[in-house]
């Protein structure tokens, strides 16, 4: 009855004029840039960010919340007419999605993917309502000790979920805690990595770091390699599947709802990782394999589902523990802290509405995303033909005045086009720049724990071990790393990411 309680008090909150508009606004965009190749939720959401800082928090969330799971939609769109994944999580649905469209069925296909899309968020919702509040009461039993131990394992879970080398995933992650202790120690009044320039005496910007390396960086990526668009010439074709179609696909929805939920709540590349799974079961459970890759349907079901899931079910965490599980979460509490909003229980008990509001808003911007997306499709189509060496010049003015008008300082625009270069240049040589920005993230605020926890303590290290929950969770991370490093495990994982 609670739980239904707390439901109403989130939807009278998010059924606000002004947070329908924002909720609208966000998926509405989001689609766009998922629709478009090469931009991205990321860096989309780092270049909105300033835009969020003159609306109240629980609007400038669930606006910056519907471009995430609104890009989750709009990649499938891409996928499925131009062969190109939108964003990272539609990979896989282009296999069999763009064989549908050049079958002519390409309106079955976007159907099946919002449907599923639809279905999956539904569930998501309920089940970000359901563990909230257990969540909430377990992270209040949590002290110093705790909170550091289990970012620990946060970083474990990173480290073994990035893609490529495990050494350049620790590589980026140790930047990433290096990078967060830059600027004036709170305690000692000193001034860390600051090299004597002034701007640096603050710290490094959040919002400047994450344009830097996820919006500059991915222009220069996109202007390296400039794409062939393939949009399918032929008829879109009606939108709703068949009964028959229907039936094959319910199963792949539910069951791919239940991986990327699951793999949605892990830190690092679980969200991703969920569509690359849904595609793998179905295919290992169909009685005739041989049909996907050549326009199977439930390899556009099981995925959509997949990552829509793991794009709510991301956000229990962060909202319950205040521990961001991939880079888009990290940037959702970059933009939580500039709102004043300290991610973890207390959002829960001090600023219900925030919660329960965001909550009841991703179930809006689902059917919103349903109601608003098949029939524009056709807009879609047009905007797929618009070529990239028209569309990066407006993205770097918007980037840079976004960047500039969040301290009228000249210094961040340098500081962010420097970030760009050095992500590039990561990109260059196969470093993962999502663990950095994790890092960075979680930095402060491990080093306010740790030594919190030492305070406590009087100095005694021997705290994080003799609290049985600190010690359990310190364990679990070191048994993850032993695991990854292990030859045969670092072979598989390795061939999973490459497969």
């Given at each position: 009855m609670e ?6 008090l989130?939807f009278?909150?998010?059924l606000?004029?002004?947070?329908l508009?924002l909720?609208?606004?966000g998926?509405?965009?989001?689609t766009?840039?998922?629709?478009l190749?090469?931009?991205?939720p990321?860096?989309?959401?780092a270049m909105?960010l300033?835009?969020t800082?003159k ?5 400038a969330?669930?606006?910056?919340a519907?471009?995430y799971?609104?890009?989750?939609y ?6 499925i ?7 990272a ?5 282009v296999?069999?999605?763009?064989q ?8 079955i296909?976007?159907?099946?993917a919002?449907i ?6 539904t ?7 359901a563990?909230g509040?257990?969540l ?9 000790a705790?909170?550091f ?11 073994v979920?990035?893609?490529?080398s ?11 805690l290096?990078?967060s202790?830059?600027g004036?120690d ?5 001034e860390r ?8 005496s603050?710290?490094?910007?959040f919002?400047v770091?994450a344009?830097?390396?996820?919006g500059?960086a991915e222009?220069?990526?996109n202007?390296?390699n400039?794409?062939s668009?393939?949009?399918?010439k032929s008829a ?6 068949s ?7 319910l199963?792949?929805?539910l069951?791919g709802?239940g991986l ?5 709540i892990l830190?690092g590349?679980?969200?991703?990782l ?6 793998t ?11 996907f890759?050549?326009?199977a349907?439930?390899g ?7 990552n ?10 962060l909202?319950t523990l ?5 880079a888009?979460m ?6 939580m802290t500039?709102?004043?909003?300290i991610?973890g229980?207390q959002?829960m008990t001090?600023n219900?509405?925030?919660f ?6 991703m179930w809006i ?8 997306n ?5 807009l879609?189509?047009r905007?797929l033909?618009?070529p990239y060496r028209?569309?990066?010049?407006a993205i770097l003015i918007?980037?840079?005045?976004g ?15 420097f970030f760009?270069?050095a992500g590039?240049i990561l990109?260059?040589?196969d470093?993962e720049p999502?663990?950095?920005l994790?890092?960075f993230v979680l ?6 724990k740790f030594?919190?926890a ?5 100095g005694?290290?021997v705290?994080f071990v ?8 310190l ?6 790393l032993v695991i ?6 670092r072979?598989?994982r390795e061939?999973?990411f490459?497969?």
């Open positions: 739980l239904f309680d707390h439901l109403a989130g009278a909150t998010a606000s004029l002004q947070n508009a909720c609208f606004a998926v509405l965009v989001g766009l840039i998922g629709v190749p090469g931009i991205g990321i860096a989309t959401i909105l300033p835009l800082f609306v109240d928090p629980t609007g969330l669930i606006m910056l519907g471009i799971y609104g890009a989750q709009g990649g499938s769109t891409s996928a007419l131009v062969n190109i994944p939108g964003e999580t539609s990979v896989v649905t296999l069999d999605g763009h549908m469209a050049k079958q002519g069925r390409a309106g296909a976007l159907g099946i919002a599923g899309s639809f279905i999956a968020g569930i998501a919702t309920f089940i970000i309502a563990l509040q257990p909430t009461r377990m992270a209040m039993l949590f002290g110093p705790e909170y131990s289990l970012m620990v394992l946060g970083l474990a879970f990173a480290i979920l990035a893609r490529g495990v050494l350049k995933a620790v590589g980026m992650i140790v930047l990433g290096l990078l202790t830059v004036t709170l305690e000692t009044g000193e990595l600051t090299f004597g320039l002034v701007d640096l603050d710290g490094i910007d919002a770091m344009m830097g390396l996820f500059f222009i220069l990526r202007l390296e400039p794409e668009r393939d949009v399918v879109i074709g009606r939108l709703l599947p009964k028959a179609d229907l039936k094959r696909s199963g792949p929805i069951r709802t990327g939920a699951l793999l949605g830190p590349n679980g969200a991703v969920g569509p690359f799974a849904s595609y079961l179905e295919k290992r459970i169909a009685k005739d394999p041989s049909r890759g050549r326009g349907i439930e556009v079901a099981g995925p959509e589902s997949a829509n899931a793991g794009a709510q079910t991301a956000f229990i965490p909202l205040g521990i961001p599980p991939n888009v990290a940037l959702m509490m970059g933009a500039i709102h004043g909003v991610p229980p959002v001090k219900p509405s925030l329960w509001g965001m909550v009841a808003s911007g689902n059917l919103l995303l349903l109601i608003i098949l029939p524009l499709v056709g879609w189509v905007f033909k618009i028209l569309l990066f010049p918007f980037c840079c005045i960047i500039y008008s969040i301290n009228n300082n000249p210094a961040d625009v340098m500081f962010t086009a760009g270069l590039y990109y260059k040589f470093f999502a663990p950095l994790l890092g930095g402060k605020l491990l080093e306010e030594r919190q030492l305070v406590i303590s009087r005694s290290f705290t003799e609290r049985p929950l600190s010690a359990g969770l364990i679990a991370a070191l048994i993850i990854a490093v292990l030859p045969m495990m072979k598989e061939e999973v490459q497969e």
